[in-house]
């Protein structure tokens, strides 16, 4: 199995060699223990197991509710009646109305619709097709470029900027 210049030719040997390293450094041994019961170094002692097993801890107790939990419990969420279910709702106010289309937005939708009327029926004003579709993709080009401009960018009027954001 040859890996190239990116690792070595024989993966397993490379491997065990790494093992009998370790080996002789004492890892993965099993530990031994003197006549007299007790550890042969302090660096086994540490690793030494204890003589019964350790008892599992006891059943968590209830969460306390805090900031990341609910305060209910798993069940008393799934299994109890949905709140969806209420008789109160919440109802939405009217929405204000729509302000009045000032000059400029009827001009803009009066270029675009002779855009609209240039290239689908150019032959009904008299104006053969070679001059009307130029003509037609320009007006509508320009309507569309006069309606991006007059988007409003930015908070609206009267806004206070160090309120953070409204909804």
Same mark, same amino acid.
């Not at 204000?96 to 689908?120: H, N, Q, S, T």
């Given at each position: 199995? @040859?890996?190239?210049?990116? /690792?070595?030719?024989?993966?397993?040997?490379?491997?065990?060699? !790494?093992? *009998?390293? %370790? $080996?002789?450094? /004492?890892?993965? %041994?099993?530990?031994?223990?003197?006549?007299? /019961?007790? @550890?042969?170094?302090?660096?086994?002692?540490? $690793?030494?197991?204890?003589?019964?097993?350790?008892?599992?801890? #006891? *059943?968590?107790?209830?969460?306390? +509710?805090?900031?990341? &939990?609910?305060?209910? &419990?798993?069940?008393?969420?799934?299994? &109890?009646?949905?709140?969806?279910?209420?008789?109160?709702?919440?109802?939405?106010?009217?929405?204000?109305?729509?302000?009045?289309?000032?000059?400029? *937005?009827? %001009? !803009?939708?009066?270029?675009?619709?002779?855009?609209?009327?240039? %290239? !689908?029926?150019?032959?009904?004003?008299?104006?053969?097709?070679?001059?009307?579709?130029?003509?037609? !993709?320009? #007006?509508?080009?320009? @309507?569309?470029?006069?309606?991006?401009? $007059?988007?409003?960018?930015? +908070?609206?009027?009267?806004?206070?900027? @160090?309120?953070?954001?409204?909804?």
């Amino acid at each position: 199995m @040859s890996r190239g210049k990116d /690792g070595p030719e024989d993966v397993d040997a490379t491997f065990a060699e !790494i093992v *009998a390293d %370790l $080996r002789a450094d /004492g890892f993965g %041994l099993p530990e031994e223990d003197d006549p007299a /019961g007790t @550890s042969v170094t302090a660096e086994t002692e540490t $690793r030494k197991t204890p003589d019964r097993p350790v008892e599992p801890p #006891a *059943a968590d107790p209830p969460p306390e +509710p805090g900031w990341r &939990s609910g305060g209910t &419990s798993w069940d008393a969420t799934m299994f &109890s009646d949905d709140p969806a279910d209420d008789d109160e709702h919440y109802v939405p106010p009217e929405p204000p109305p729509l302000p009045r289309p000032k000059m400029g *937005a009827f %001009l !803009i939708l009066l270029l675009f619709l002779a855009g609209l009327f240039l %290239l !689908i029926l150019p032959g009904a004003i008299g104006v053969g097709p070679t001059v009307a579709t130029p003509l037609g !993709i320009l #007006a509508l080009a320009t @309507s569309i470029a006069l309606l991006l401009l $007059r988007v409003r960018q930015g +908070p609206p009027p009267g806004a206070d900027p @160090s309120n953070g954001a409204q909804v």
